[in-house]
Nanobody, 120 residues
Framework: QVQLVESGGGLVQPGGSLRLSCAAS????????MSWYRQAPGKEREYVAL????????NYADSMKGRFTISRDNARNTVHLQMNSLKPEDTAVYFC?????????????WGQGTQVTVSS
């Protein structure tokens, strides 16, 4: 059974930091690119960051560059999102995503999300 379980969300003051984690099981984690997305109330889901299968390549949405860092540990089947200098507009539910193309078919898994609230 495929599972992506996010953790590490919570309430933090503006300027603070949080480290999100996503624990994966039930599929070949190391062959999937991993991403984080977020969805704020009343808004569409938004791309945050992506990391390649080996961790050697990363990509960030412009508004997260320099503040967020994505990393992965293929030995522990986990992906992390270190978030620094948090702003109220970072408040959202953050989702973990695993994706790969296999024989031309996109395989795509999502976690249930973890709430991040940035507020004083």
């Amino acid at each position: 059974q495929v599972q992506l379980v996010e953790s590490g969300g919570g309430l933090v003051q503006p300027g603070g930091s949080l480290r999100l984690s996503c624990a994966a099981s039930g599929f070949g984690f190391s062959s999937y690119a991993m991403s984080w997305y977020r969805q704020a109330p009343g808004k569409e889901r938004e791309y945050v960051a992506l990391i390649g299968t080996t961790g050697g390549s990363t990509n960030y949405a412009d508004s997260m560059k320099g503040r967020f860092t994505i990393s992965r540990d293929n030995a522990r089947n986990t992906v992390h999102l270190q978030m620094n200098s948090l702003k109220p507009e970072d408040t959202a539910v953050y989702f973990c995503n695993a994706v790969r193309e296999h024989w031309g078919i996109r395989q795509d898994y999502w976690g249930q999300g973890t709430q991040v609230t940035v507020s004083s």
